[in-house]
């Protein structure tokens, strides 16, 4: 069973930058794309970005121009870089190994205060 764990998220103000990262093991990372998805409070989960495994990006329109996601196949880990964050940015941030058995990770907590 592969694992994923992602970790870079915390309280930052509106207008500021944060990096996230997952770090993933057990599975064979540098084959499958991977995506970054979020929770806001109250809310369902929704898809972010996602990078091929050849390192090819796609953005949700509410974040295209201030995320980057990218990728370290040496080091089993995709980032996301976060910046000029909004309020409603705030979620619970999730990566994502796409087809595969591999669960969702324990999320890592992302607040934008105004």
């Known amino acids: 069973q592969g694992q994923l764990v992602e970790s870079g998220g915390g309280l930052v103000q509106a207008g500021e930058s944060l990096r996230l990262s997952c770090v993933a093991s057990g599975f064979a990372f540098n084959t499958k794309t991977m995506g970054w998805y979020r929770q806001p409070p109250g809310k369902q989960r929704e898809w972010v970005a996602s990078?091929?495994?050849?390192?090819?990006?796609t953005y949700a329109n509410s974040v295209k121009g201030r995320f980057t996601i990218s990728r370290d196949n040496a080091k089993n880990t995709v980032y996301l870089q976060m910046n000029s964050l909004k309020p409603e940015d705030t979620a619970v941030y999730y990566c994502k190994a796409y087809f595969s058995q591999v669960g969702w990770g324990q999320g890592t907590q992302v607040t934008v205060s105004s």
């Open positions: 990078i091929s495994s050849v390192g090819t990006p």
